[in-house]
């Protein structure tokens, strides 16, 4: 089956300890996103690319970093992590558009910071 | 600024009830809204889709939009206690970028 694959399922670093988490699809879709998520709240935009295009929400910390080298993958880059980054992180994909695609999400990446 | 509101909840309806769910958006410009399901925990599950005035069916599931009022709603009928999760409510308000409301916690219990 098509889908959006997130690794890993759970990670646990140590405050200031760079961290990497990936996404993968199979949907062969434009966009690319990744969202943080805290406890009781609606998913932040982080990042999204459309195809090769970068974009950077305006208050994302300087501390997150994306890359996509390929349609398939996307990599969400922690560079010190900070106990406020604890949270459960979503890649999502969609087709883009006018809007009326919906976004398809993987299973998400649970953060713990120690 | 595009908003999005949700009344957080929590929501608690007894089994075999009908649960409905609110959402208001500020952007007139909007012409379509998603309901994601998300369970604890889990990620957001894409549950309905709807673009224009009225009501769209499927199964249990009921999705109302005003354009008028700026309204939206979720409605669940004969609710399950597995129907307990959080509801988001999304606009992409004409880009692919969504805004979502905060969520409305449903609880059913048996």
């Known amino acids: 089956d098509a889908m959006v694959i997130q690794n890993p399922r759970y990670q646990v670093t140590q405050f200031g300890k760079p961290v990497t988490l990936s996404c993968s699809q199979t949907?062969?879709?434009?966009?690319m996103y990744w969202y943080q998520q805290k406890s009781s709240q609606a998913p932040k935009l982080l990042f999204h690319?459309?195809?090769?295009?970068?974009?950077n929400e305006a208050d994302t910390p300087d501390n997150f970093q994306s890359r996509r080298p390929n349609t398939s993958f996307c990599f969400l880059d922690i560079r010190s992590p900070g106990l406020g980054d604890a949270a459960m992180y979503l890649c999502?994909?969609?087709?883009?558009?006018?809007?009326?695609?919906?976004?398809?999400f993987g299973d998400g990446t649970r953060l713990s910071i120690l | 600024q595009k908003e999005v509101e949700q009344n957080s909840g929590p929501l608690s309806v007894p089994e075999g009830a009908i649960a409905s769910l609110n959402c208001t958006y500020s952007?007139?410009?909007?012409?379509?809204f998603f309901w994601y399901r998300q369970y604890s925990g889990k990620s957001p599950e894409l549950i309905m889709f709807?673009?224009?005035?009225g009501d769209k069916e499927d199964g249990r599931f009921t999705a109302q939009l005003n354009k008028a009022s700026q309204y939206v709603s979720l409605l669940i009928r004969d609710s399950q206690p597995s129907d307990s999760a959080t509801y988001l409510c999304?606009?992409?308000?004409?880009?692919?970028?969504?805004?979502f409301g905060r969520g409305t916690s449903l609880i059913v219990h048996p």
């Open positions: 999502a994909t969609s087709l883009g558009g006018d809007g009326n695609q919906p976004q398809h």
């Open positions: 949907l062969n879709h434009n966009v």
């Open positions: 690319y459309y195809d090769k295009d970068f974009n």
């Open positions: 952007d007139r410009g909007s012409q379509s």
């Open positions: 709807i673009y224009s005035n």
């Open positions: 999304a606009s992409p308000g004409g880009s692919y970028i969504p805004t």
